[in-house]
């Protein structure tokens, strides 16, 4: 039996996990609905394997990822997203996580991906582990190529760059300041490419809708 906790605010999700696992050989030991739950929850008892989202109330996105392998080492993490699987996927198994599934995914996948994970295994679908195994040079200027390159934080102000928030907006949301956030937006410049916010942004945009 894989006994697994749920860290999802969106109740529909949860009840469709649910579903899913139903009559399986997964157990839901728990269910919570932010990162404060999420911590106590893994202080009481940390399952086999946590699915969580990354886009919770007092939780920091991916760099919660880290936190939470420092706090509980060993511990198994999947990613279950509305944040598509091209623009985060690779920077969440960066962070730790050891799958990544889109929540557009259907209820095969979503299981493929549970109990391979569950059992130490790393889960992408197929069309980023094909472009993570390309090594060929001429790739190098692609899109993909640069996008593999950004850190975890950088790939999470770029997110938010192309959800039009401010300056502002980013720095609080994760608690840094405005100087440093203008930093970030320096280096994702440079990194991919770009020579204007709005080329950058469009760049953004086309990796959230590309299927890499």
Known sequence: MITITIADHHPIIVDGLTHILKNTIHEIIDVVSDGKELIASLEEEVPDLV????????????????????????????????????????????????????KTADTAT?????????????????????MLSNTDPSHNSTLAYRYKKLSTRETEVLNMLSSGKRNKDIAESLDINEKTVS????????????????????QARLLQTSDL
Do not use: C, W
């Open 110 to 130: 979503v299981l493929k991906a549970v109990i391979q994970v569950a059992r130490g295994g790393i889960y992408l679908n197929n069309n980023l582990v094909e």
């Open 51 to 102: 699915i969580m989202e990354i886009d919770m109330p007092n939780l920091q996105g991916l760099t919660a990822i880290k936190e939470l392998r420092k706090l509980f080492p060993g511990i198994k993490i999947m990613v279950y997203s509305t944040h598509p699987e091209g623009m985060y996927a690779l920077s969440a198994i960066k962070a730790g996580a050891m799958g990544y599934i889109g």
């Open 183 to 202: 930093t970030y937006k320096t280096r994702l410049l440079k990194k991919l490419d770009a020579g204007s916010l709005a080329e950058l942004i469009q």
